[in-house]
């Protein structure tokens, strides 16, 4: 039986004072099939996570970027400096939908594993990265902002 490797977590950056954005590298079959009810790339969940969430993901938007976007409700963190305990962290199917055109991961998984079985679930989703970066309180011209790719 052929067991898959999940996304594992290279790094955890603080976004507020609660919050916490993981760093995800490899994996491929660990990815959301919709979005979450809380999934920043839907419309009608801006304002849920702080803006400093969106800065310290902001490189899976960069042409050519190896890491991922996480899905915040697919992973458990119960401390992060003194011992983590962790569930199997996924890949955000609204990344999957709008972020993941010139990420390098994702299309490596694609090209190995097949297409992504995704949907929207019915919601409107943010069209691409700094779109959702900006409803959510980032400056337009943040410099963490200049670099990700807009274009599908």
Request: with cysteine; net charge neutral.
């Amino acid at each position: 039986m052929k067991r898959h490797q999940m996304a594992r977590v290279e790094g955890v950056t603080p976004a507020g004072e609660h919050h916490q954005v993981l760093h995800l590298r490899g994996g491929g079959e660990g990815y959301q099939k919709r979005p979450c009810a809380q999934c920043p790339w839907r419309v009608d969940a801006a304002g849920l996570f702080p803006p400093e969430a969106f800065l310290a993901s902001a490189g899976t938007s960069y042409d050519a970027s190896m890491e991922e976007f996480a899905c915040h409700s697919s992973v458990k963190i119960v401390d992060a400096a003194e011992g983590e305990e962790r569930s199997a962290p996924r890949t955000c199917a609204g990344f999957i939908l709008r972020g993941s055109t010139h990420n390098m991961a994702s299309r490596l998984t694609q090209i190995v594993r097949g297409m992504y079985r995704v949907t929207d679930g019915g919601h409107a989703l943010h069209t691409n990265y700094r779109a959702m970066a900006v409803a959510n309180g980032v400056p337009a011209e943040h410099p963490a902002l200049v670099a990700c790719r807009d274009d599908v």
